[in-house]
């Protein structure tokens, strides 16, 4: 367990931050870029949970824990030295992936299939949840990204991909089963 007696550190000051392994790297690094935007969906995210109860609310405490495990497994590079490390390092599993598409699956069951594109809106839930969906696909291009440049744990990259379709589909559930989402209609205003 973490124990965070102070909050600063001071470690920060001349734009540099430590990886899971200990090393250290500029505030801007790619890596550091992408696990950020995993804070940031997570912070959206509990915006979004102030709108929701019950199943969807139990769903997304479910998936903001497992973006502190996604944030914690990109903090820590060099997956191929896993074994040697102290302290086992926490990475994404096929579970997590597989949990998000089988609700995905369930909730979809109930929506009528699409007939236009929808636009962000409708409850306050579901544009809640179209914000986490683009910060969701935001994350994932950083961290496809960054796996062209590093080793990147492919579950984790697989559980981005799906997250952000989670958040479209639950959107659409958010918006009275999809009967209230706000479809677009090409050249409306031209």
Same mark, same amino acid.
């Given at each position: 367990?973490? %124990?965070? /007696?102070?909050?600063?550190?001071?470690?920060?000051? #001349?734009?540099?931050?430590?990886?899971?392994?200990?090393?250290?790297?500029?505030?801007?690094?790619?890596?550091?870029?992408?696990?950020?935007?995993?804070?940031?969906?997570?912070?959206?995210?509990? %915006?979004?949970?102030? #709108?929701?109860?019950?199943?969807?609310?139990?769903?997304?405490?479910?998936?903001?824990?497992?973006?502190?495990?996604?944030?914690?497994?990109?903090?820590?590079? !060099?997956?191929?030295?896993?074994?040697?490390?102290?302290?086992?390092?926490?990475?994404? +599993?096929?579970?997590? %992936? !597989?949990?998000?598409?089988?609700?995905?699956? +369930?909730?979809?069951? !109930? =929506?009528?299939?699409?007939?236009?594109?929808?636009?962000?809106?409708?409850?306050?839930?579901? +544009?809640?949840?179209?914000?986490?969906?683009?910060?969701?696909?935001?994350?994932?291009?950083?961290?496809?990204?960054?796996?062209?440049?590093?080793?990147? $744990?492919?579950?984790?990259?697989?559980?981005? $991909?799906? =997250?952000?379709?989670?958040?479209?589909?639950? +959107?659409?559930?958010? $918006? /009275?089963?999809?009967?209230?989402?706000?479809?677009? %209609?090409?050249?409306? $205003?031209?």
């Amino acid at each position: 367990m973490v %124990v965070l /007696n102070r909050i600063y550190t001071r470690t920060g000051d #001349a734009g540099e931050t430590a990886l899971g392994n200990g090393a250290r790297v500029a505030k801007h690094a790619l890596r550091v870029t992408a696990y950020g935007t995993v804070d940031e969906l997570n912070a959206f995210l509990g %915006v979004a949970r102030n #709108a929701a109860d019950g199943d969807t609310d139990a769903a997304l405490a479910r998936i903001q824990n497992d973006l502190f495990d996604l944030g914690a497994d990109l903090c820590r590079p !060099d997956m191929e030295k896993d074994a040697e490390a102290e302290y086992p390092p926490l990475r994404m +599993a096929a579970g997590q %992936v !597989d949990r998000l598409e089988t609700e995905i699956d +369930a909730m979809n069951a !109930d =929506l009528d299939p699409l007939r236009s594109f929808i636009l962000p809106g409708g409850s306050a839930l579901a +544009a809640q949840l179209h914000v986490c969906r683009t910060v969701a696909r935001r994350a994932e291009r950083q961290a496809v990204e960054l796996s062209g440049l590093e080793t990147v $744990n492919a579950d984790a990259l697989r559980y981005l $991909n799906r =997250l952000s379709d989670w958040f479209f589909v639950a +959107a659409r559930t958010a $918006n /009275n089963g999809g009967k209230d989402d706000v479809l677009w %209609v090409p050249g409306a $205003n031209r």
